[in-house]
C-alpha cells in the first residue's frame, strides 16, 4: 500500500498529517488538499492547480487520435470530477 501512519482525531475533527507523508505527498503548509469517501475510506489527495494539470497532460492527446481536443481547464474539470 505505502506509508502507513496511525493519527488521532482531535475534537473539532482536526488530524495531523505526520511530517513524513506530507513530505512524500508534495504537501505543505497552505497547500490545498481534496478529501472523499470511498467505501468507508477516507482519501486525501494533493489538489492539482491549472498550470501544474497543463504541464503534465499537455501532448497526451496526439494529433489524429479519435479523442476530441478539448481545453485543458475543462479537462481537469472533467477529471476531477470522477475522482471524487
Not at 508534495?26 to 475510506?41: E, F, K, M, N, P
Not at 494533493?46 to 503534465?56: L, N, Y
Amino acid at each position: 500500500m505505502g506509508t502507513m501512519s496511525q493519527v488521532t482525531l482531535d475534537s473539532k475533527g482536526r488530524i495531523l498529517i505526520p511530517e513524513n507523508i506530507r513530505k512524500k505527498a508534495g504537501i505543505t503548509a497552505g497547500s490545498r488538499v481534496r478529501v472523499s469517501v470511498d467505501d468507508g475510506v477516507v482519501i486525501i489527495r494533493k489538489s492539482v492547480g491549472p498550470e501544474e494539470f497543463i504541464r503534465e497532460t499537455k501532448g497526451v492527446i496526439k494529433k489524429g487520435s479519435p479523442v476530441k481536443i478539448v481545453d485543458p481547464l475543462k479537462l481537469k474539470e472533467i477529471w476531477e470530477s470522477k475522482r471524487i
